[in-house]
């Protein structure tokens, strides 16, 4: 058996322990032409979406308080539209904490895949990870 692996965006509506995960095992894929460096034919392809696992929105609610005592006159219903400025250090470190939470979460769909590949027996023909931006 052959399998094309790939997260994607999709939200799920199944709740696993402290975990967002979509999965999606397609039994029949066909390319009509060339893909990601595959030849036409039928595949079986699995997409999946898994997030930071929480620690992206941690993050988030982190880096999203400090944003909040920046500005402090905003009436409550606008404080969610307080920001860091990539200029400053709380911005450039909010941005390489999220930076690292993607890599997290590509680390973990790699996993996935690779735990259910050794499972099924398959091998894997392609993989691309959609980051997301």
Not at 50 to 62: F, I, L, N, P, T
Not at 63 to 68: D, E, G, L, N, R
Not at 109 to 117: G, N
Request: glycine share 8%.
């Amino acid at each position: 058996m052959d399998l094309l692996c790939g997260p994607t965006n999709r939200r799920s509506t199944a709740r696993a322990p402290a975990v967002w995960v979509f999965l999606l095992l397609k039994l029949v894929f066909t390319a009509h032409g060339p893909i990601h460096g595959l030849e036409p034919g039928v595949y079986v392809a699995l997409l999946s979406h898994s997030g930071s696992r929480g620690m992206g929105a941690a993050v988030c609610d982190h880096y999203s308080k400090i944003a909040f005592g920046q500005f402090p006159d905003l009436p409550s219903e606008l404080k969610r539209l307080a920001w860091l400025s990539l200029d400053s250090a709380e911005g450039q470190e909010y941005w390489a904490a999220m930076e690292l939470m993607g890599c997290y979460a590509a680390a973990n769909h790699a996993l996935i895949h690779r735990h259910i590949a050794e499972n099924l027996g398959a091998r894997v023909l392609s993989s691309t990870i959609k980051p997301v931006r």
